[in-house]
């Protein structure tokens, strides 16, 4: 009974472990919105890549800071896997923030307050 009651256990801790990579724990409990990655871009405004846990997926959109305390929110996913981290770069001579994280690559135009991704263009709203 003892053998069995371990077999059990390993077995829920190998399937908790492999839903974690998709899908964290935390992240479902709390409801919070995690900014994955943020870079400056100029005079105080910041553009961050955030997700919030929302029942079949990662809502994963990029949110445009200003020195004012205005947010703008762009959506380029609203039911992606979760990202882990992500690798950001400005393009100062194009005013682009470029994103690359889950095998995406999505680029944000900060002037035009628009983002690019997949063939398709949304604006931050």
């Given at each position: ?82 990202a882990w981290s ?40």
């Amino acid at each position: 009974m003892r053998s069995l009651l371990l077999v059990i256990a390993g077995i829920m801790l190998a399937l908790l472990a492999f839903g974690s990579y998709f899908v964290w724990l935390p992240d479902v409990v709390s409801g919070k919105e995690v900014v994955v990655a943020r870079i400056t871009v100029r005079n105080g405004e910041s553009v961050e890549l955030t997700q919030t846990w929302e029942g079949d997926g990662y809502l994963t959109r990029i949110r445009h800071n200003f020195p004012s305390g205005l947010s703008l929110y762009a959506v380029g996913d609203p039911d992606a896997s979760k990202a882990w981290s992500a690798r950001i770069e400005h393009q100062s001579n194009s005013a682009c923030v470029r994103l690359l994280f889950n095998k995406e690559d999505w680029r944000y135009f900060y002037n035009s307050q628009s983002l690019s991704f997949d063939g398709q263009w949304c604006s931050a709203q």
